[in-house]
């Protein structure tokens, strides 16, 4: 937990917000799940980090290495999500919800871990299973999908 309060995230010259290392950690887990980083989900982190903390690309470029160090060491959910969770809004957590299942869903695929993931990083948000669902239905709507 210290490495998200002031340890890799005070860095001399890269100093982040842990809330925003959180989160973006956790959104390029979810990216990662399926073993590659499609540039559809790359831009899909983006663009909910330089959205949800009014960033711009540069600091959203930087605010993803620095997350993307700490994911590469060890990722810990229960602490990313603890984190997230006593800081973020609801409102805000179903926005995380939400670019999840966008980042899963980029690629055109659905992977049973992707699936698996979203509803275990959901739950540690403190996201009803109900929540989630709705959440995933939201996003397909917006593919032009129906739920499956």
């Known amino acids: 937990m210290q490495r998200f309060k ?22 390029l887990d979810i990216a990662h799940a399926d ?6 989900e790359d831009e899909d982190i983006g663009e909910h980090l330089r959205r949800a903390f009014a960033l711009d690309e540069e600091s959203a470029a930087e605010l ?3 997350a993307d ?5 060890t990722i810990d959910h229960f602490a ?3 984190l997230i ?16 299942w966008r980042i899963v869903y980029s690629d055109g695929k659905l992977t049973d871990y992707e699936s698996y993931l979203v509803r ?3 739950d540690l948000l403190g996201l009803e299973h109900r929540v989630m ?14 739920a499956p």
């Open 6 to 27: 002031g340890g890799l995230a005070r860095q001399p010259g890269q100093e982040q917000d842990p809330l925003r290392l959180a989160t973006a950690a956790v959104l």
């Open 120 to 122: 275990k990083l959901a």
């Open 35 to 40: 073993g590659e980083l499609a540039p559809a």
């Open 85 to 100: 969770r006593r800081n973020a809004t609801l409102a805000q957590r179903i926005d995380i919800v939400k670019t999840m």
């Open 64 to 66: 993803l290495e620095a």
């Open 80 to 82: 990313l999500t603890n």
């Open 133 to 146: 669902i709705e959440a995933k239905v939201e996003v397909l709507k917006e593919r032009g999908e129906s």
């Open 69 to 73: 160090e700490i994911r590469s060491r």
